[in-house]
């Protein structure tokens, strides 16, 4: 497959005040891919997935999705772009107030001119595509967090967005629905085409989907591997990034 | 009108990057053959679903034959369309089939579960539940509802007991600080539509008193009305609103994300540690703001008694001083400090209940406030009766 990049990070600093969180961080994502972004807690994944969806700008930098630079870009470019983009939040960010179904409803009602019997019958595809046939009525707080997440998801996909972006996807979920989950976002990666960026620390996970990888560390502020996750879980030369792949503690225990 | 011995073709062309169009071939034993090609997708099968339902629509035998030998792709607005067809040549009681189904169509298709009886197919409307269901429903909601009400009541005289006995077991860096947001926060409000109710009742009351000569009561009537009935009513209110909103709001928020939950497992008290020190704070200010209050009002009757009766300061005042009894006085703060104890409670009681998500929050915010300024009125109510048999 030729190299066909549909995200471009360049030179990104962010910054909260006066708290550097990512100094000059660049990669790009190429189209269909599985994109992975890792590192230990509090090293800025969610801020640099912040930054790429033009929720925050960044002090300095640019990110160009499918060419386009969302943070210099008119406001009409922006969100012809964010049309193309799905996202995941982390608490799953339904809509409290409206039933499952009137929470992909939203979206699709709002950009399709399908009748509403049509987006009835669209939305219990998505649904079951997700496992969760039989859930339309029911409000978010109705059901579990691993139901939340995959309604999440389901909305998520309302529009069949070129590319999704997945916050945490599998955090606080069984091994079991958690390679569910896995499984899904690989059908849905090969089968609709959808380029996947998915933020996480799930280490199953990572090896399950992923085709490449990005870690981020606190200390360097930015990218200290990049790669194929199984590639780099044997033979990456930072003890961090081994660390991290092999799950071990920083220090030796005290009870040795 | 497309027959089925025409050939007849169409497009949906939306998107620069993908191109759908649809075929209808001649068939030989008179079903309709539908031949699908390029991309089905969001942008294009809501455009094709019209002119394809159409051309199912228009012959009612005959089985109905679709090919998707040359879909590129196909995503599950594409599965939507082919079920909605198939949905229509059912409805006949007519034959359907998909042929030539390339491998990454059937994916699709098995994803969304295509061939399940369930998902493809209509749902049945639901049926409402019927009036007595819906009636005994609503029955046990506010049999539940009264009964959470008579225990949190329970567990917050408990509390202030508790806090009576044991001073300490108040969190009272907590209480100050809402001492600050019920009271001295809300004083610049309180005092400006106090001010500018007294403006008005003397104003209006001298209209009436002027004729007979009796422009001096204009004091006591402001003084009097005040003091033992609108100072505490007013300022039970604005707190209502100001407050009673917040406690709702803020105590709703922790609840719904399990916050008191986890001061329960810790072992605190939830109305101990949350709803006392917002009560106790409540009943300091509220009588201090009252007598703002009341302050405030006899001040803007003096501007009009100063200006429009040619009363002099020390007349209005004097006059003011004769009508107020100390009884007066104590019982209107009296009174403020049992609205203050009702509009707290109420608002952390609607804070306690508080279920579901965002909505829930806002709902909990409104009710604070509705039983809040309810109970004023009911109490001030109850307080008339015991004075007039007093």
Not at chain 1, 79 to 99: C, D, E, H, K, P
Not at chain 2, 343 to 372: D, E, K, P, Y
Request: glycine letters at 8%; a neutral charge; one cysteine or more.
């Amino acid at each position: 497959m030729t190299p066909d990049p549909i995200i471009q990070v360049d030179r990104l600093v962010a910054r909260y005040g006066d708290d550097t969180i990512l100094e000059d961080v660049s990669f790009t994502i190429d189209r269909g891919e599985v994109f992975v972004i890792i590192g230990a807690s509090g090293c800025g994944k969610s801020t640099l997935m912040r930054h790429m969806l033009g929720l925050d700008r960044p002090f300095s930098g640019q990110v160009k999705v499918r060419g386009i630079d969302i943070h210099g870009c008119t406001d009409k470019q922006f969100r012809r772009t964010l049309r193309n983009i799905g996202v995941l939040f982390q608490n799953s960010a339904l809509f409290g107030s409206m039933t499952l179904a009137e929470n992909l409803a939203l979206p699709i009602m709002e950009y399709t001119r399908l009748p509403q019997k049509a987006v009835d019958q669209l939305i219990r595809m998505k649904l079951c595509m997700v496992e969760l046939s039989g859930f339309e009525g029911h409000l978010p707080s109705e059901i579990s967090g691993g139901m939340k997440k995959r309604a999440g998801l389901a909305r998520a996909m309302a529009l069949n967005p070129e590319i999704l972006f997945l916050d945490e996807p599998t955090s606080g979920l069984d091994p079991v629905i958690s390679a569910e989950i896995d499984q899904l976002i690989r059908h849905i990666n090969q089968s609709l085409g959808a380029t996947m960026v998915i933020v996480t620390h799930d280490l199953g996970s990572i090896m399950n989907v992923a085709d490449r990888a990005v870690m981020l560390d606190k200390k360097r502020r930015g990218i200290i591997a990049e790669g194929d996750p199984r590639t780099l879980r044997n033979s990456a030369d930072n003890p961090d990034v081994r660390r991290f792949f092999r799950r071990e503690a920083r220090s030796e225990s005290p009870a040795r | 009108m497309t027959s089925p011995g025409d050939a007849a073709n169409g497009s949906a062309d939306r998107d620069s990057s993908g191109r759908a169009t649809y075929e209808l071939p001649p068939s030989e034993f008179g079903d309709l053959r539908i031949e699908l090609a390029g991309k089905i997708d969001v942008s294009t099968a809501p455009g094709l679903r019209t002119d394809l339902l159409n051309a199912v629509g228009s012959k009612t035998d005959g089985a109905v034959v679709i090919d998707l030998g040359r879909v590129s792709h196909l995503d599950d607005f594409g599965a939507l369309l082919i079920s909605e067809l198939r949905q229509q040549a059912e409805a006949d009681g007519r034959g359907f089939s998909l042929i030539q189904v390339p491998e990454n169509v059937g994916r699709i298709l098995s994803l969304v579960h295509f061939d399940d009886e369930n998902v493809c197919r209509p749902l049945p409307e639901k049926e409402r539940p019927n009036i007595v269901i819906r009636l005994g429903r609503a029955a046990l909601g506010q049999f539940f509802n009264t009964r959470y009400m008579i225990s949190f009541l329970g567990s917050a005289v408990l509390a202030l007991l508790t806090v009576l006995v044991r001073p300490r077991s108040l969190r009272w860096g907590d209480t100050l600080a809402q001492m600050e947001k019920t009271g001295v926060d809300a004083l610049p409000i309180v005092g400006l539509i106090s001010f500018l109710l007294g403006l008005v009742m003397a104003f209006t009351s001298a209209l009436q008193l002027e004729q007979f000569g009796a422009s001096i009561y204009v004091a006591s009537l402001v003084a009097l009305a005040m003091v033992s009935e609108l100072g505490p009513i007013m300022t039970a209110i604005i707190v209502a609103g100001r407050s009673g909103s917040a406690f709702a709001a803020e105590l709703g928020s922790m609840r719904i994300s399990e916050e008191i939950d986890a001061l329960f497992i810790m072992g605190f008290r939830p109305t101990l540690f949350l709803a006392a020190p917002r009560i106790v704070a409540a009943m300091i200010v509220v009588p201090l703001l009252t007598l703002f209050s009341d302050l405030f009002a006899i001040a803007g009757g003096l501007v009009v008694g100063v200006t429009m009766l040619d009363l002099t300061p020390h007349s209005y005042i004097s006059q003011t001083m004769k009508t107020l009894t100390l009884f007066e006085v104590m019982w209107g703060l009296m009174k403020s400090v049992v609205f203050a104890a009702l509009v707290s409670w109420v608002g952390c009681l609607r804070g306690f209940q508080t279920r579901g998500g965002a909505a829930g929050v806002g709902n909990a915010a409104t009710s604070a406030v509705v039983s809040a300024i309810f109970l004023i009125i009911l109490f001030d109510s109850v307080f008339a009766v015991i004075r007039s048999y007093w």
